[in-house]
């Protein structure tokens, strides 16, 4: 996928955003390589059920896959050094580039592409630990939905599908803890028999963008199964060695989908702490050029990510353009404001907010960052 500036910055945005979350909910930023032997997706189940949606390559008469999923390489980390029951939960979250070799008639847009950075992350816990950590990943991943400005969230429970692994009974109990913290928690869900994971039934988060297209985002799945193919295990309080269980967990999903469905959803009106051109300074005359490249270097310096239009072109053409490109502010230089020091704000709606001292400009629009408005 090619990234230009503007779509870079609302992706790094993001993932910035994301982390500091995830530093904030006690998760450790890790990174696993994106290939991987054979070998280990055949312990872990993957290669019977995912081979044919791998991208394959071999190297001295080894098979390797790039990893269309990162759990097994959180496993392996998580199998480095002794673990002891102290140490749990643990967490671990990764933002990994994954590559799924799809159908190209699958293929849509940025919404479904075969390469993809996914915001996974994954627990390893006590069973008794299976409610309170569900119960805060699902709060967590609710709350960052709002932060975002998506309230409408569609939850289904996804359950056993026919190919799998695990016995019942484990299936039993995976499927009754993510039930019992959807309705602890008082929350409407809806049923979709076999629809879960190989390894785990699943909470699926749904987010609806503005053409009333439903699609899935966050997910969080209870793994009993893989830790125990791939050896892991922690000391327990009584000294003996027991298999953790492992959450899987995504917010966002694939941040490319997540930032289609927000560009549908907001019609590009970002909020300003997320648009890649926060405002755009234009001169109205050549006697004003000098001041307007003062204020946007004064500007940049700041922090702010502004542009300036010294274009030979009306003042009325330069802010259509520019309302129609959806930036947030659009700052007028006329020789008034040159003579008084100050500048004429508008919005990208149209709204006229007048005159405004370069000092209160920025109060405003730190205050607009800060609270993510």
Excluded at 103 to 130: P, W, Y
Excluded at 245 to 252: D, Y
Aim: charged share 25%; hydrophobic share 35%; aromatic share 10%.
């Amino acid at each position: 996928f090619f990234w230009h500036p503007n779509g870079w910055v609302i992706y790094s945005l993001l993932k910035n955003f994301i982390s500091t979350r995830m530093q904030q909910c006690g998760y450790q930023e890790i990174n696993t390589p994106q290939l991987l032997d054979r070998s280990l997706w055949e312990k872990s189940g993957h290669w019977d059920k995912y081979a044919k949606i791998m991208f394959i390559t071999e190297s001295e008469n080894r098979t390797y896959a790039i990893k269309p999923m990162s759990c097994p390489g959180h496993i392996q980390i998580f199998k480095q050094g002794t673990k002891s029951y102290r140490d749990l939960p643990l967490r671990y979250c990764e933002f990994g580039r994954c590559h799924r070799n799809e159908v190209s008639g699958t293929l849509h847009g940025i919404m479904r592409i075969r390469g993809f950075t996914q915001d996974d992350a994954h627990i390893f816990c006590t069973e008794d630990q299976i409610a309170s950590e569900s119960s805060l990943i699902v709060s967590q991943i609710i709350n960052i939905y709002a932060e975002l400005g998506f309230k409408d969230i569609l939850i289904r429970l996804a359950t056993r599908p026919d190919e799998r692994i695990g016995s019942n009974e484990v299936w039993n109990k995976a499927e009754k803890a993510l039930s019992d913290v959807l309705s602890n928690n008082k929350i409407d869900w809806t049923l979709a028999p076999g629809e879960g994971a190989f390894y785990g039934p699943k909470i699926e988060f749904h987010l609806r963008d503005s053409l009333g297209r439903v699609w899935q985002c966050g997910t969080l799945q209870v793994d009993f199964s893989m830790p125990e193919r791939l050896g892991a295990c922690y000391i327990a309080e009584d000294g003996n060695k027991k298999t953790p269980v492992m959450l899987h967990r995504a917010t966002l999903g694939s941040l490319e989908r997540f930032i289609g469905i927000l560009l549908e959803e907001t019609g590009g009106d970002l909020p300003l702490w997320l648009a890649p051109v926060q405002a755009v300074v234009m001169n109205i005359t050549d006697n004003q050029i000098a001041y307007v490249k003062e204020l946007v270097k004064n500007l940049q310096l700041l922090g702010f990510r502004v542009n300036c239009d010294l274009r030979n072109e009306k003042i009325n053409l330069k802010v259509r353009e520019h309302s129609i490109a959806r930036i947030p502010y659009l700052l007028v230089i006329g020789d008034r404001e040159v003579e008084t020091n100050s500048l004429s704000v508008r919005t990208r709606t149209g709204q006229d907010l007048g005159v405004f001292t370069l000092d209160a400009l920025i109060g405003q629009m730190q205050e607009q960052i800060k609270t993510r408005k």
